[in-house]
């Protein structure tokens, strides 16, 4: 009806967005499964278990408190910005930051050995065998963790023997070791099934119990019952399935369960590294259309990635950095009038038909959207890109990959006419950030900021930051296409806060042109 769309259209002339609520991030410090694991260590096992790059590796891991005080890590979990890296002299890993602890206001770092107690309690299937020392050992440390204490600890009261371990070991288990100390195995989850082996469960297991942990720290800092959520998106690039399925799912209510999400229903989402931000979209469409009230992005850590540029690293004589796993959790949820919105209409994204040079993927993730209003590259007062560590990718040759990616944003400033040619350094400094999230694959891809984007704006610091997500869809050898999506955070204005006693005059006005309109209707 007439009537009835043109009161739905003003609405009580606001136009809502939702918002994001709050955010947490965490890091697994993984020495042991960097070894065991990470692919670049797993590929040349098989070729040369006796190769000199294998035997110098140990010699090249960092303890967890010098993981703790490196300053990226620090950053990643919100105790220092990233602005703050600038004055902090290079290589970071020898400027230590030892006033630093493991917990930030965003989330924490967590040492290997709990992990592994983290590890069980995420376990639904028994696969987890922990010895009965190392078990009492880790649940004393769990039991005064601020978060992992509320969840079913008595899953590490089940112990298994050194002879059980052996032979899960031997029928194709995978060993959890800490040092040269064997305190545990995950067993396969299928005799034939070749998705179901130990290496894979073990994989999927610290995509789940990660992806708690972050959620854990989510409703520490939103400050919500997790009975409050709706739903869940996870957002990892991990395949979780069995032969007949191979990516099927759900990491998701996986998580949900441990967490103790009870009235959450969620799934999956894949996208390579872009994958968060087709997440967040996802959940910030959920909300805006009304589905849902409270929609979660997370996404747990890739063991495949530790250790991926070892290689590199044990060369140059450095540490390997690439020793910790990443984790998020996002919370979307309905405009309060307060925390910053997503514009769901200020949205970027790669066209299949656009091609796949850089230039065409920026220009339609970052430049078509400030078209449609009118906007400068200089309206943004902070992109977030890829935001890997440069001191993990430049010394494999793949240069400062957020510097890189600044400087073809201002490229395209230029063309437009926004900034002049000579402008472009000033534009990355201003409008950039140093690199400061680990090599996980979607972990540095545009989300390692919202937390301190979230925070900045509240403050006053900035009005909104662009996040972008790329990704590269040949490496399933699919396509040769390239991902990329972005979105933009901006400052609230108010525009969702009514009052009780206007929200209820709405509500009655609106019945009362609805009876009109049946009225007409029947006449």
């Known amino acids: 009806m007439v009537i009835i769309t043109l009161f739905e259209k003003i609405g009580g002339g606001k136009m809502a967005f939702p918002v994001i609520k709050s955010s947490a991030y965490a890091l697994i410090h993984s020495p042991n499964l960097l070894i065991s694991q990470g692919t670049t260590q797993t590929g040349e096992r098989d ?28 950053a990643y979990i919100g105790s220092i910005s990233p602005e703050d890296l600038k004055n902090i002299p ?77 032979k899960a070991v031997n029928n194709g288990g995978e060993l959890l070791t800490l040092g040269e100390k064997v305190v545990g195995c995950v ?27 972050a959620l854990l720290h989510l409703k ?21 399935g069995d032969m007949n399925q191979r990516g099927g799912g759900n990491f998701a209510k996986a998580i949900g369960e441990i967490a103790g999400c009870v009235n959450a229903t969620g799934s999956d989402t894949r996208a390579f590294c872009a994958a968060p931000a087709h997440g967040i979209l996802n959940a910030a469409a959920l909300v805006k259309a009304g589905i849902y009230k409270n929609v979660v992005v997370v996404a747990g850590g890739a063991t495949a990635k530790l250790g991926m540029n070892g290689r590199d ?45 850089p230039q065409a993927v920026m220009q339609g993730i970052v430049t078509n959207p400030l078209d449609k209003w009118d906007l400068k590259i200089t309206s943004i007062d902070k992109y977030s890109v890829e935001m890997q560590n440069p001191e993990i990718t430049e010394p494999a040759g793949a240069g400062d990959v957020p510097k890189a990616n600044y400087k073809m944003i201002a490229a395209l400033g230029v063309k437009r006419g926004d900034i002049q040619r000579a402008e472009i350094e000033e534009f990355t400094e201003k409008h950039g950030m140093p690199g400061f999230a680990p090599t996980q694959g979607h972990i540095p891809s545009g989300v390692p900021y919202i937390g301190h984007c979230h925070r900045d704006i509240l403050a006053g610091n900035i009005q909104r930051a662009m996040i972008i997500g790329k990704g590269s869809l040949f490496l399933a050898r699919m396509t040769n296409q390239f991902d990329g999506l972005s979105f933009v955070v901006e400052k609230n204005i108010g525009q969702g806060k009514e009052e009780k006693g206007s929200k ?20």
């Open 220 to 240: 520490n800092n939103a400050g919500i019952s997790l009975e409050e959520i709706d739903y869940i998106i996870e957002t990892s690039e991990e395949a979780c």
């Open 187 to 213: 067993k396969k989850g299928h005799d034939t099934d070749k998705n179901l082996t130990a290496h894979i469960i073990l994989e999927n297991l610290v995509v789940k119990a990660s992806g708690v942990l």
């Open 47 to 74: 070729k040369d278990p006796n190769s000199e790059y294998l035997q110098k590796l140990p010699q090249h891991l960092r303890s967890f408190e010098e993981v703790v005080a490196y300053p990226p890590n620090q």
């Open 90 to 166: 290079r290589p970071w890993y020898q400027n230590l930051l030892a006033e630093k602890g493991r917990f930030g206001p965003f989330g924490e770092i967590m040492p290997e050995d709990e992990f592994y107690g983290l590890l069980k309690i995420a376990d639904t299937f028994d696969l987890v065998l922990l010895t009965e020392e190392f078990s009492k050992e880790v649940k004393g440390k769990l039991e005064n963790h601020p978060l992992i204490k509320n969840l079913n600890l008595s899953k590490l009261d089940k112990y298994a023997t050194e002879e059980e371990i052996n």
């Open 504 to 523: 209820n005059l709405n509500l009655l006005l609106a019945k009362a042109l609805r009876e009109v309109a049946e009225k007409f209707e029947m006449e």
């Open 313 to 357: 690293h044990v060369k140059k004589g450095m540490p390997v950095l690439e020793d910790v796993l990443g984790a998020f959790a996002i919370l979307i949820s309905e405009d309060d009038g307060i925390n910053p919105v997503i514009r769901t209409d200020i949205v970027g994204k790669h066209n299949i038909g656009a091609g796949s040079s």
